[in-house]
């Protein structure tokens, strides 16, 4: 019920959406880098496969040569050849 109720405030107020929810928000820049907002933690990090817990599910982004340019607690900043991304909802 408060899901309901939280996305219709959203909407009245139109408010951005996805933001306000915690969805997290994946921006390409091309195919060699990423920029990564309001995920939550890093569950698998090597330098072919990112792995990351958001709020509404689990984001995958493959490729060769993944590198970690920088992060804090709300964004993260992704380098590298970038294969594909796959986003799993709880």
Same mark, same amino acid.
């Given at each position: 019920?408060?899901?309901?109720?939280?996305?219709?405030?959203?909407?009245?107020?139109?408010?951005?959406?996805?933001?306000?929810?915690?969805?997290?928000?994946?921006?390409?820049?091309?195919?060699?880098?990423?920029?990564? /907002?309001?995920? !939550?933690?890093? $569950?698998? %990090?090597? &330098?072919?496969?990112?792995? @990351?817990?958001?709020?509404?599910? *689990?984001?995958?982004? /493959?490729?060769? !040569?993944?590198? $970690?340019? %920088?992060? &804090?607690?709300?964004?993260? @900043?992704?380098?590298?050849?970038? *294969?594909?991304?796959?986003?799993?909802?709880?």
């Amino acid at each position: 019920m408060f899901d309901r109720q939280k996305r219709a405030v959203v909407s009245a107020l139109s408010l951005p959406e996805d933001v306000m929810l915690g969805d997290m928000l994946l921006t390409f820049t091309g195919s060699r880098g990423a920029l990564v /907002e309001n995920y !939550r933690s890093i $569950i698998l %990090y090597t &330098d072919t496969v990112l792995k @990351l817990q958001g709020k509404n599910g *689990r984001l995958t982004i /493959e490729g060769k !040569r993944l590198r $970690i340019t %920088y992060f &804090d607690r709300e964004q993260l @900043l992704l380098s590298g050849a970038i *294969r594909s991304a796959v986003f799993e909802p709880l």
